[in-house]
């Protein structure tokens, strides 16, 4: 963590406030004491990305009002237009709650070279806190870590952590395996196996709360989880970019590079997390003891509502048809799934993707999504139901449960 200087405006003040970032948080221009500039770091070396954000204030005054502008966004569209807000937090009070909404704006703004401005005004009320503000709920790797130590401290017979590989940084990259014990020593069944990845984009912190409530599910006794454990083999790499995540990174590892761009020919050296993933998953597929039922990359979108699937496009009639079921599936027992966002394509900007690579040198049985969840809310009928930090995790648990 690091305290950034605050470059001053104007000729009087009576107090600065301080900031402390995580890393993406670039510069702060003084404006007045009820106003401050801020400034979103780049993605380390791709300069195309400004969206996440976290960081912290202190030295504030009691029934101070502040409003804070983030001026350089680089995305035009974004949910804080349809009433997403961010999310704040402080030392005596440590639940994550959203800024409300009318005390918020995202606008093109001409005094900043035309960037996507995004304005709120808060109201500190005590001076001896310190205050937490984000884009949206974090999810860290140390977060991360600290939750699969739990799970290892349990010493359940029907979960195993392994070390998959390294990142640039030297960072873990785990693997996941959630089975029956009489699954994982099998020699003689085929056995079905399910892979699913998450946080590839390292801003998008919903899908490590969607990964998360996965593995709570799938690692309790509720019947459904017993079931499950009983008949598929379950594969779980709950964070591909852990570097991205540390740096407070948005869409990019640490060398730049979107690694859900480079699945076609991952090189072990600059994508090593996705070189170490594909390499795994084609040695499941090629393995004849093994049926690769699916791989679902979990993501979080940041300009539309609603939990959604992307799917392939195939000539194959009966392949495109057997890949519809599953969404139309969480579609009929997820409130917040929407079956009419779901979309299959096969967009040459996608090509080096997950969901579209994998589709392409999978077998034909393997069916391959991309799972979106929203940064903000889902809809029933014409009303927002904003999430909040717990219910992130609904997407997928919704088809397991009866």
């Not at 937490?132 to 010493?155: I, T, V």
């Not at 195939?314 to 009419?340: G, T, V």
């Not at 040198?361 to 904003?386: A, D, K, M, N, W």
């Amino acid at each position: 963590m690091r305290r950034l200087n605050v470059v001053r405006k104007c000729r009087y003040s009576v107090v600065y406030l301080i900031f402390d970032t995580e890393g993406n948080l670039g510069k702060v221009d003084y404006i007045s004491d009820y106003e401050y500039d801020l400034f979103i770091r780049p993605d380390t070396y791709n300069p195309r990305y400004r969206v996440w954000f976290n960081f912290t204030v202190h030295n504030v005054r009691e029934e101070q009002r502040v409003i804070f502008n983030i001026v350089n966004f680089s995305k035009t569209k974004s949910l804080y237009r349809d009433g997403m807000s961010p999310v704040v937090k402080s030392t005596s009070r440590p639940q994550w709650e959203r800024i409300p909404s009318k005390n918020v704006f995202y606008y093109k703004c001409p005094n900043h070279q035309k960037s996507y401005v995004l304005s709120f005004a808060f109201a500190f009320d005590r001076e001896e806190d310190t205050y937490q503000f984000s884009y949206c709920y974090p999810y860290s790797y140390s977060r991360l870590q600290h939750y699969l130590a739990e799970q290892d401290k349990r010493g359940l017979d029907f979960y195993k952590r392994e070390l998959l590989c390294h990142s640039m940084q030297q960072r873990r990259v785990d693997v996941l395996t959630i089975t029956s014990p009489h699954n994982m020593e099998s020699t003689a069944a085929t056995l079905r196996v399910v892979f699913i990845t998450a946080r590839v984009h390292p801003g998008e912190s919903p899908a490590s709360f969607v990964c998360q409530g996965l593995l709570d599910f799938l690692l309790s006794q509720h019947s459904t989880a017993e079931t499950l454990r009983d008949n598929i083999i379950f594969k779980i790499v709950p964070m591909l970019n852990p570097d991205g995540v540390y740096l407070g990174n948005y869409r990019c590892s640490l060398m730049g590079f979107d690694l859900n761009r480079h699945w076609q020919e991952p090189s072990p050296w600059a994508h090593p997390t996705v070189y170490a993933t594909k390499q795994l998953l084609v040695e499941l597929d090629r393995n004849p003891k093994v049926d690769l039922d699916f791989y679902i990359d979990i993501h979080a979108h940041s300009t539309l509502t609603n939990g959604f699937m992307y799917g392939n496009v195939y000539e194959e009639e009966d392949r495109f048809e057997k890949q519809a079921i599953f969404p139309k599936l969480l579609a009929q027992y997820a409130e917040d799934f929407s079956w009419n966002q779901t979309s299959f394509n096969k967009d040459a900007v996608k090509a080096g993707t997950g969901r579209r690579s994998l589709g392409g040198c999978l077998q034909p049985r393997t069916l391959c999504y991309t799972l979106e969840v929203s940064f903000f809310s889902y809809t029933i009928g014409s009303s927002h139901s904003p999430y909040s930090e717990d219910s992130c995790i609904h997407p997928l648990l919704s088809l397991l449960r009866p």
